[in-house]
């Protein structure tokens, strides 16, 4: 395809997925209201939020706009999910003429597969959230009061979703590279422990504030999916045809060159 026309397509699917996303927030800054509540719930089980108001969980803003800004950034979000079909398609269609058609197949089961996955990921996080902010909050001190600014709050629960929702595409990862053959299952064996303290210091790294309660429950469902990739691998590794060379030294020479050269 020349050069021009690609950049064309480029140019047309990137048009049809920021129409979705911009029709998408406009969905989305109709459903504030209960998208907004959906978002507060888990600092609202949280004993820091009747602080300032009694039987009212209360978070704080500071500026004039920043609940217009609170507002679009809901809105986005709402926007980028209710779109995914359409621009996730549109990014798909356009890499897929690269891929050759074993790639494309597995390439469709990588994606069934990863868009659960990043829900199930984000669903833990919204789980465990209160908890890691009653175990955050509660650090300060007796004569202290929390109050938290609304625009820190929306960027807490995103990153907190974001992170661990691609979190748990990373065995998903391991698996596709094993099945295009760019990973083995022996490679992987090999630094199982390395991977596995690598799992809790990558918790402790991306999770906000280090907390340990967000970095265990990051790291154990992680370890998990790992050992379920592993197992994908060696029962696929098992089922595939035995190569008959596999065992030969990288300077010893295969039956096929022997007998080439004893006929020569």
Request: hydrophobic share 55%.
């Amino acid at each position: 395809m020349p050069l021009m026309e690609h950049l064309r397509e480029l140019r047309n699917r990137l048009l049809i997925a920021t129409i979705a996303v911009v029709v998408g927030i406009i969905v989305g800054w109709f459903v504030f209201d209960p998208v907004w509540a959906f978002i507060k719930a888990p600092f609202c089980e949280t004993p820091q939020a009747r602080v300032l108001r009694e039987g009212a969980c209360t978070l704080t803003y500071s500026g004039i706009f920043q609940s217009f800004f609170l507002t679009l950034k809901v809105s986005a979000m709402v926007g980028l999910i209710v779109a995914s079909p359409v621009w996730l398609y549109q990014l798909w269609a356009f890499v897929t003429p690269a891929l050759y058609r074993t790639e494309k197949r597995y390439s469709l089961t990588f994606l069934a597969l990863a868009i659960p996955l990043f829900l199930v990921g984000a669903l833990l996080a919204y789980l465990i959230m209160d908890t890691s902010l009653a175990i955050m909050l509660g650090f300060s001190p007796t004569d202290a009061v929390a109050t938290i600014q609304i625009d820190e709050y929306v960027n807490y629960v995103l990153i907190m979703l974001v992170i661990f929702g691609i979190s748990f595409e990373l065995p998903l990862l391991l698996v596709f590279l094993n099945i295009i053959g760019a990973l083995s299952r022996s490679t992987v064996t090999k630094h199982r422990r390395t991977i596995i303290v690598g799992m809790f210091a990558f918790g402790a790294i991306i999770t906000p504030g280090g907390d340990p309660f967000a970095m265990i429950a990051l790291a154990l469902p992680m370890i998990a999916l790992y050992f379920l990739a592993e197992l994908f691998m060696y029962v696929r590794e098992r089922r595939m045809p035995a190569d008959e060379f596999a065992g030969l030294d990288d300077d010893e020479a295969s039956p096929l060159e022997e007998d080439s050269g004893s006929t020569r």
